[in-house]
Structure formats: C-alpha cells, structure tokens
C-alpha cells in the first residue's frame, strides 16, 4: 500500500535510496526451476549504467547485483528472489549545499511536504537510481516469460525523438539500437542528436526524449478486464518511471484523430486456424487484452531536471533562492529511460502471463 | 486479482454485462458519518447517460442506482456499499447476428481467445455500460473527498479535441462545458463539431476524441512513491477506461520537446510561508506525488469501433467474414468519456488521500 | 483493505447489513465454463437457512440468491460473479429498543466506537445474516476446485461438541450429519443434545459448540510460503466466522503436549511411487503446504449472546442500562457454523489451487 | 500473491534460506519521523537468538541487523525500510546427508512437491531462521505503534504449558518471564521444566509447549469487518508462525464449555464517559474490532520435528529411509515463538493501527 511494490502473482518490492548503503528488490511469485545467476541480471544493469558514453551522467556505479536467495545450485527454488545492488560512488558532498532548497522539476519539495522529512543525498528514494532495480526485476521476468512460455518473446526499446528530432521509420533497424550511445533504432539520427547533445551539455541545459517500446511474441489472452487491463498496467509501470509525462498504446493520441473505419484493425484467417490482424493501431491490445499482435507502447520523458542554468526557487525556510544543479547529470535522461522501459514492459508481461495461467490455464497455443 | 478492482484503501470493485441482469459495484473504504443518498450519484450518472443528444447513442437507460448497504439513515456507516443498476434497455436481438463474428476494433476476439466463451450480447462485460459503474465509484469519492478535506475540491472535464478539430484554449469557459452537448469549454467549437458530427453519423463512420481532466483544491502529498505514483496511478485509471489509447499529465508528450529550463516550474514564496509555482508544466504532480497545484490529464479515445461500414472479419469458425455493426452507437465515445474520466480521478484522489492519512496523518494545511 | 473481501485470486468481496434491503457478493477469478445456475448455490444456501428446526432461530428468510453477472447460458465466463440475496423477512421493530444499548458479547460497542455510527437493525453488517454470502461464494468455489481439479473434493464439516458435550469419535457417520438438526456426525449425541438445548433455551440462556471441518482429495503442494501458508489462511478463514474465538489444525492444542516422535507424522512408500503417511497429527499440512493428506481443521465457536437473561450493559450516552435479548435468537450458533466453515475452507482451497496453478502450473498429478 | 508478505498499510516482505547468504526483510508503510536505528532492533533479536542457554539450539547466529534504506540521519523518512541480516554461522555439511530424504513433521516433502527443487540446507526458506526477519519488523511495528498512539503500548508473551506441564496463573508475574531460559511468567515452573526439558534432550526427543500473548494500551476500534478481523487476522498471523497448530482468543476452546450469560462479558459506565467490562472472556476483541480491553491470543506449537530417535520416511526416490536428525536443535521451540509472537501481534496492530487512520481518521481518545 506504501507504494514500494509492482505487480501481483509476479510482483517486486523495492528499497533503497541514491545514496545509502544499498538499493534492491524482493522478487516474488517466481516459478520454480528457471536457471538464474546475478550474470543474467547483469547484462541489462549494464545497458541501463551510468558513464558509459559522455552522454550520460559521469557518476559511477558498479551496479554489481548479488542474489541474496531463492537460488538454489543455479536454480529459481519458487521463493523469493533478493537482489542486492550496494551503492558505491556516492560522493555526498556533490549534494550537501543544495539540501535545503528545492530543485525545481524534482521532488524535493514533494517528498518534503508529504513526509516531513527527505533524505536530500542525491535525490534519496526519488532519484533514477531506483531505476536499476526495475531492471534487475525486469531481467528476472524475462527469464519467467521464456520459461513459462516456452520460447522466446522480445521486448526491445529505442529513442525515437530526442529533442523534438524525430528518428525516421523507414530507417529503423534494430542492430543500430545498440551500436549508438543514444539507443537510436535509425542510425542516420546519432549524428543529429550527437551534435544536439554536445550543445544542450555546453548550455547546462537538457532536452526530453520519445521511447519506444516493442513486445513481440505476445501469446493473446493477456490482461484483466476491466481495471487491470493490459495496457492499463503498462500506462501506470511506464508512467511510473521518473520524468515520464505521457503514454501512449500503439496509434495512441494519433487515434483520436482517426476514423472509426481507418482505425479499427481488419482481421483475416491466417490459414493456420487462427487470425491476423491487416494493422496494429491498438498496439496488440483490445478490450485492455493482448490479441497476440505485437505490443507497442510510447512513453515521453521530460529533460532532465538537473540543470546549470539557475532556477528560482525557495528554500525550507519559504525563502526565495536560485538553485543551480552541479555535479553530474544525464543531458537527456530519455536515453538511459531505454532499458527501464523494457523492463517495465517484461514485469507487466510476466505477471498478466501467470495471472493468466492461475485463472485459466495456459493461454492457447501454448 | 481478476482485475475487477480499483483503489486500495478507497477501492471499488465492480460486476456485469451489458445485458445481462444488472450492472453494478461493492465500494469499500468509505469513511463513516458521510451524508449519502442515491440522489447524490445520480447526478453524475446522467451526465453520462446515453441517448441525451443525437450524438450519443439512442439506447436509452434509466441509470437508476439503488444503494444495497453502507448507509443508514442517510449516512455513511464506514461498511461497503453495494450500488446496483439494473438493465432495463436490452434488446439482445439488435446483436444477436453477430454473436459469432468478432467485430474489428472491439474485444470480442481478445474474451473470446482469452476466455473460450464470451458474452456476446451488447458486448458483455467490455461493453461501455460497465462505466456507469465508474461514474457511480465517481461520486461517491467526490464525497469522501469533501468529507475529509474539509473544503470542497473541484474536479471537471472537457473535449477539447474531436475529430483532430481542436478548442481554443483562450476561449476556455468551463460553464460552457455543460452547455452544448459535447462538452466543449469552448463555445465557438459546437457549431464545427455539429457539422462534423451530423457528417459522421452520415458516413455510419465514427471520430476520436481529446478529454481533459482538471482537479484543483488538491492538497500536496498524495502519491506513494515510487510505483503508486499518482500520475502512475491516474495513468492506469484513465487508459483502463474503454477506448482510451494515451494519458498524458501537464505538458505531457510537448515536455519532450522542451528544453529543461523551460519544463521545470519555478517556485516562489507565496507570501503565506508556502509555495507558488510560476508554471504548471508538471500538471500538479513531481516524483509522482501532487504539488498542491492543478492536475492536469488528458486522454486520447479512439473512434467508435461500432460502425455502419463493412470491415473485414473472421468469425468463430475462422471464417472470413464482413462485420458491419447496426443499432444504436454514438459516432464519438469521447464525449460520454468525459464524466467516466472525472469519476476515475475523483477515485484515484480519494484513494491517494485516505492513504495519505493512513501513513502520515493528515495533508499539511488540513 | 476495508476488510470486505477474502482470498486474492479466487477472491469475493460482500457487502450488506442483516435488515438492509439486500446482502451478497461479488466472485472473482472463477475460470470460465464452469457450469453454474442459483440453483447450485441453493443447496448449500438451505443448509445454513435458518427456522429449519426448532433448534434455530426462527427468523425466516428464503435466502434466495439471485446471479446477477458472470454466466451466460448456464456457463462462467470468466468474469465477476455479482450474487443477490434479498432481505424478506426484516421485522425492525424487533430490535428497534435495543437501537441505543451494546448488547454484551456483541458488536455493538466497537462498531460504534469505531465508527461513531451503525446501522442497529439486527446486527447490521455484524449479524451473522452475513454468513450467507460466504456459503454462495463457497458453493462457487467448489465448483472451481472440481473443474480445476478434474475430480471430485470433498469438504464436510460436523459438530464435535456442544454445551461441553463432545461426541464418540468411534461413531462417526458421515451419512448421520445431515440426518439430525445438529449436524452431528455422532447419531448417539442426537438426544442428549436435544435435551441440553430445550433446557437452554428454556432458561433464555445458550451454549458454545466445536465444528470440526474435514477436507478430503486436496492435491498436495497448495499453500505459500511464509506468511500465506494454507493452515494460516485457514485459521484467517475460519477465525472471521461470527463468534468463533479459536481453531487449530489436525492434533491443534494437543500436539503441544505429544513428544517429537508421537507427533511427527511418519511417511512410507505408497506403492505407486508416491508417498503414505502413517498418522495425521499435522491435519494435513506441514511448512504450510498440503500433504495430500485429509485436511482436517477445527474450530471453537462461543455460545450466543443473544440471551433472555439480563445482563449489565451501558447505552451510547455511557448509562447504565440491562439489556435482554428479545426476539428470535440460535440457541447454539454454532449449529449454522457447520456450512458456513465449510464454504470457508473451499474458498481457502480454490484460492490456494489457482495461485498454485499461476505460480507453478497444474499441481502434480493432476 | 506468494505469500511472502504480512500486511497491508503496514507491510514487511520477507527474504531469504537458513542457509543462504543472508536474510532480511522490506518494511512499508512507516510513518516518517520516526526515531530509529539497527539497535533498536537488536533487543527483541537477541531475545530470539539461538544459543542463549543449553534449552535451545546451539547454533550461533548473530543476527546483527543493518538497515539498508528509509532512515536518514536516524529519523524514518516514509520510504521502505530494508533489514538485512546475514547469514554466518551455516555449516551446511550438518544437514547434507539428508538432502534427499524428507524429514517428518518437516516441510521437505511438502516445498518438493510443491516447486519440484528444493533447497535442503537448514530447512532452506521453511527454517525457523526466517522467523528472525518477523522479530525485526516487529520492532519497527512496536516504533510505529508508540509513535502514532502517541503513548507506550505494551506487548508481551510468556510460555504458559511446556510438554503438557502448565503453569499456575495465580504464580502470574512479568518481572519472571525474562529472568528464566523459558520465558515462564511463574518462576515455580521452571524447575520442573528444566527436569523436563534436560530429560528431553537425553532422549533426543522433543516436547511442545503454549504461548500465551497479552497486549496492554490497544485503543478500542482495530479491526476490519468482516474478514479483516482483527482476531482473524491475529490468528493467521500467529499460525503462520513454524510449529503452530492452534490459536485461540480470549477464553478460546473455553468459551465453547460456557454459557451465554457468563460468556458475554458484561459493561459498566466506567466513570470518565467511557466503558469498563467485568471480564474478559472476548480477550479483547468483539465482532473482530478491539474493545480497548487488553488482547490476549494463545498458540499451541508442535514439538521439534527435529529429533534424534530414529523415525521411519522416505527419500526423493520413492525409497524407505530411516531418518535421525543430527546437528544442533532446540528441544522445545515454543520457547524461541514468544518474542515471535509478540512480533506478529505488533505488525498485526500497527496496520490495523493504521487502515483505522486512514479510513476513519485516529481512534477515539488519542
């Protein structure tokens, strides 16, 4: 109720603020079984760390998780599954001076007026720090999709505008996805937002950015009318994510410019018994259940709120202040969003597929 | 589990088909002591009742709900109150022909391949019936709402797109809205959107729409972070309404576009040792909990998927059919979203503020 | 988290006071195509109804449920299952003086002080008229645990003892249980007991009786570990049953007087490549998951206290009052427990089985 | 969903095997500004602890707390609280010789069957080591309760009957419970149950033993009707404890054996506008709301699975095996359940605690 926890059958309690001892996650509801080690968890900790190109913070973080248990001889044991990722470049003095006012577009003062009391270290519990923790708990559901299912199912995301630059459709490819610092899914785009970047960091300032998310496999029948809808729970894991403003599910705010005949997507026999679909406006989701199309969903993420450029603003005290945010900071933290988002997607995916099964059985086809 | 839920602490969890018996809900969390009466839901529940105009549909409902529990003596007892609404309008044979054939656009291929049987009359439970439902939650949280603030707290709703025709945001007149037929806060929209509307109907074609929500007198504090956010939140309440592809807060999907210091809002002492903010871009939310300024949501709904043009289908056989859906359908399901999306942030708040209250105490100010 | 619901993903929320115009519930999660009509619900419904005997009240009340939503054609589908109970026989003025007194042993003091309002009517959401609605939600969940199971699961339920007099364990006889008023497995206790509860209700005065429920064909492997282990969900179940103050599992309160060796249940190979065991003294559950063993729990229920005898007592201005119990009153509540703990140890195992079956798949040997 | 969590507004969810690296938990929901450090957990810890005298097990743990997360500057900040306890003394070569048989009156059968994997060092999850983690969030709990009441609420337990040997309640003195290895409130007991227990070791068997809990200071109006009892929700607390096989409340079984006139304690206007009662056979609690009399629950635990005498089973390949089981074990671990139990109460009324603020504001007289 407090808040700390996704999901239900499968679901992730996390803790830990930017610069304590530690962040992490209890992953439970976890079928038995599953091989899994901290390696697995590494590779998307990697893709979401900081410092890995001069386009993101210069803050440091190991982001080594260790597996606390439900592991037993490599194996997932049905309990549940602590993920430990201790913080270890917290430098607190980047922060003191600025622990009395409030940074605008942060939650200093939220977390202030709410509770009385904030941990100011580098954002405490609001920072995107938290973030690391969704990927450890989504690395952890993508194992239990594969699993469960039985084959594999890919949830990828990229930047698909950064700055108000729109990549390219026509040019998407997935291998340039991860050949870019930016997450580009176009690869005549990193130019652009390269020399964009370069400019927004010589400003102080920072720029938002557009991410796309692309779940294929999918079986249909996911998603629980009526208010655990599938892409209701996508909207909030992915609103959920700091700095995020908007989401959208495959035509999305597009639709409500369409008409009803252009917007409705045709289906026709597949000839293998089934259906396919001659369009994807709903995103793979119909009456808030997946119909076994490819998922799509947008998210916008606001720039960064960390900015050289000084802001008005009070302090504790009511009075007014100028707050300008040193120390180091993501130009664009849409970019670094990326592996969130996937995340995110795997955890809602995972626990509507097991949610699922526990009311139906497995989903057809399977 | 199921999904039939929403809310927590204030939570309400619904039941029925479009056409079948009776539709209605189970609302827990009430504090006790609220004066309450069946009149007090009424009110909004035929705000969103069809056949008010010849641009919603022509079935025509009663919306007569009837309060089972939970007040006695015209007030609140602090036990669940049951809602019910009985359906008094079926007339199954306008859909019986199309019990076997999943019309485009709508859920019925999704209950049908998630479940195996379905209910196919009017759209069983996916049907828009079900928000009446919402509405009826609605009021009953604007209540809990006044009761525990102390002060009233406005929440409304406006189109302010349909059919890519968008309002002029300074013609904005809220007495408006509940002038015209659409909902528009703006006057000199209801002409246009007559026409476009007359033209739809027409074509036996459909338009989207664009709802904006707006809650002012929210205290700050509410919001649980960080996966209970309240725009994580407001996101899964809006994007589980029927027809809804995107929710958006404040700036929204234009946050991306701005530069970060443009998108952060400043802060001033407000003469009063509080806060005031020169800007709303983040409409009233920072780390997913409520700043004390306006809320701001907007939604997209997609086009009617109910339309008088052949589409292309598949029937339970697998068959390729053509689907053309006669009876009674409104050519934009946007304008009845209008008092669905109010009902659903007046839940969401009323949940965030008893919650608030469980944890904390009171909001300050309160 | 009003309390009003039980179980997660088999899981139905009530609602309804004992002279409101209605009590019922909602069911979610029930899988769909399950065959279900009212009339499936009646048999059960019959056997908690009172006036049956002169053994119970004589308040009469048809109990009629009506199935408002979740079954099209005689089937599930998926969807929430709304039941009705009107309330027929209501008769305020039988408890309209006792409006402004706490009747002791009752709950009219702490809902009052809790709520600083209640509905006085017969009890109001405290009667044990709730009880009804767990035996239409346990009727379902029978019918869940068949259909999931593929096989028949008996849950039977007997008074062991009442006023102190416990029955022969050598004579148990299921068939003897729904031939006496008592529910008594024990045909020799029948007179004794009617003599016993023709002198209490002479005397205006009451008895408490132990129930003893017995679960039979439950899969091994339901229950989840730590805090939502099956024996805690059933003593959860069972204890929120009106007037019940304990209940133990198997040897319950006796095995903290055996040594380890006379307690521990000892296993030998069945023959079939599975597992006997040679005793049952953990009543079927070990860690807090099924052995596959007879689930086997009891409960102590307390005499009613709805007595002709005065008793001392205060009234809501904090005066002394005495206050009799007029009106129609069970000698022996614990009588109408036996169904009602019975619908409450199927719901706990439709609950268990569907969250095995989302966690794990189907349970072994199923 | 899998069971890994007590609670709702107040919640911990639990990590962690016997014999893992560590242990440890995340608390939720607690109200910021709350003093408080690792050392505030130790006392109620150490009181749990292995190895305190020759009447438990040897093994030695420290079980030194750290606080990961949710205090700053020794104040709670309102964000989740992580505790983790590593594990250092675990000698896994005691337990590997039975990693393939399943140990009666233990979980082993049970966590295979049920997950298909296990894992067998210690117990694994099953351990009574997890108990250690509902020590630590206890103490939170006891934080919260002061914090919020705004006065001291006192929670305490004894042993009351070891091996079928019951102390005299006329003996009745707290200042005895901590000065003895047994938790005995009558210092005359603990004579006979060192004889006893002494003798129970040189058999290499094992006795059971009840707890008896006593809350003193609990305001009057906890507890959510109807399933959310406050003595439901005691009972499965206090069952889902290892070892449990009964709870009870107030006078209990007892309460069965009276009749309704002495059962149903009486009230008398108390002098200061309040209630008093003349006994306490509810043991604090009517219609599953607390009375504001002291709460009193008692558990029946089973005698140490754990035993040396040779006892029949079989191993993981269907085989009879004779089990003894070596190592370090305690003869009674009904002695190490009573600063256990007394943890679970206090989660069980700091949430309860808190859902009264949230729903209805703070109880009545504070």
Same mark, same amino acid.
């Given at each position: 109720?407090?808040?700390?926890?996704?999901?239900?059958?499968?679901?992730?309690?996390?803790?830990?603020?930017?610069?304590?001892?530690?962040?992490?996650?209890?992953?439970?509801?976890?079928?038995?079984?599953?091989?899994?080690?901290?390696?697995?968890?590494?590779?998307?900790?990697?893709?979401?760390?900081?410092?890995?190109?001069?386009?993101?913070?210069?803050?440091?973080?190991?982001?080594?998780?260790?597996?606390?248990?439900? #592991?037993? @001889? *490599? %194996?997932?044991? &049905?309990?549940?599954?602590? =993920?430990?990722? /201790?913080?270890?470049?917290?430098?607190? +003095?980047?922060?003191?001076?600025?622990?009395?006012?409030?940074?605008?577009?942060?939650?200093?003062?939220?977390?202030?007026?709410?509770?009385?009391?904030?941990?100011?270290?580098?954002?405490?519990?609001?920072?995107?720090?938290?973030?690391?923790?969704?990927?450890?708990?989504?690395?952890?559901?993508?194992?239990?999709?594969?699993?469960?299912?039985?084959?594999?199912?890919?949830?990828?995301?990229?930047?698909?505008?950064?700055?108000?630059?729109?990549?390219?459709?026509?040019?998407?490819?997935?291998?340039?996805?991860?050949?870019?610092?930016?997450?580009?899914?176009?690869?005549?785009?990193?130019?652009?937002?390269?020399?964009?970047?370069?400019?927004?960091?010589?400003?102080?300032?920072?720029?938002?950015?557009?991410?796309?998310? #692309?779940? @294929? *496999? %999918?079986?249909? &029948?996911?998603?629980?009318? =009526?208010?655990? /809808?599938?892409?209701?729970?996508?909207? +909030?894991?992915?609103?959920?994510?700091?700095?995020?403003?908007?989401?959208?599910?495959?035509?999305?705010?597009?639709?409500?410019?369409?008409?009803?005949?252009?917007?409705?997507?045709?289906?026709?026999?597949?000839?293998?018994?089934?259906?396919?679909?001659?369009?994807?406006?709903?995103?793979?989701?119909?009456?808030?259940?997946?119909?076994?199309?490819?998922?799509?969903?947008?998210?916008?993420?606001?720039?960064?709120?960390?900015?050289?450029?000084?802001?008005?603003?009070?302090?504790?005290?009511?009075?007014?202040?100028?707050?300008?945010?040193?120390?180091?900071?993501?130009?664009?933290?849409?970019?670094?969003?990326?592996?969130?988002?996937?995340?995110?997607?795997?955890?809602?995916?995972?626990?509507?597929?097991?949610?699922?099964?526990?009311?139906?059985?497995?989903?057809?086809?399977?």
């Amino acid at each position: 109720m407090a808040g700390d926890s996704f999901g239900t059958l499968f679901r992730f309690t996390s803790f830990g603020e930017s610069h304590g001892p530690a962040i992490g996650c209890v992953v439970e509801g976890v079928p038995p079984g599953i091989p899994l080690t901290a390696a697995d968890l590494q590779h998307d900790l990697d893709r979401r760390k900081p410092g890995q190109s001069r386009f993101t913070t210069q803050r440091r973080e190991d982001d080594a998780a260790e597996i606390l248990s439900g #592991v037993y @001889e *490599g %194996v997932t044991t &049905g309990t549940p599954i602590a =993920v430990l990722i /201790r913080n270890t470049d917290q430098r607190s +003095k980047d922060y003191s001076d600025i622990a009395q006012r409030f940074r605008p577009g942060h939650a200093d003062y939220t977390y202030w007026v709410k509770y009385g009391v904030r941990d100011p270290r580098g954002g405490g519990r609001s920072s995107a720090r938290e973030t690391a923790v969704r990927v450890a708990a989504g690395a952890i559901a993508r194992k239990v999709l594969t699993s469960v299912l039985g084959r594999p199912l890919t949830i990828r995301a990229a930047v698909v505008e950064m700055g108000g630059l729109a990549i390219e459709r026509a040019n998407w490819d997935w291998l340039s996805v991860d050949a870019n610092p930016f997450f580009s899914p176009d690869a005549a785009m990193v130019a652009p937002w390269e020399a964009l970047l370069d400019g927004v960091r010589r400003d102080g300032s920072s720029v938002g950015a557009v991410v796309e998310v #692309v779940a @294929e *496999g %999918v079986p249909p &029948g996911l998603g629980e009318p =009526v208010y655990d /809808r599938l892409d209701a729970d996508l909207a +909030k894991a992915l609103m959920s994510i700091n700095a995020v403003k908007g989401v959208e599910i495959g035509a999305g705010f597009e639709a409500a410019r369409l008409r009803g005949e252009s917007n409705a997507d045709e289906m026709l026999p597949n000839g293998l018994g089934g259906v396919r679909f001659t369009s994807n406006n709903a995103g793979g989701v119909l009456g808030g259940i997946s119909t076994g199309q490819t998922i799509i969903a947008r998210l916008a993420v606001k720039p960064t709120s960390s900015i050289m450029i000084p802001r008005q603003s009070v302090d504790t005290q009511g009075r007014p202040v100028d707050v300008v945010t040193k120390g180091r900071h993501d130009p664009c933290v849409g970019i670094r969003a990326v592996p969130v988002a996937e995340a995110m997607v795997a955890v809602v995916l995972a626990d509507h597929l097991l949610r699922f099964r526990g009311q139906c059985g497995l989903p057809v086809g399977l």
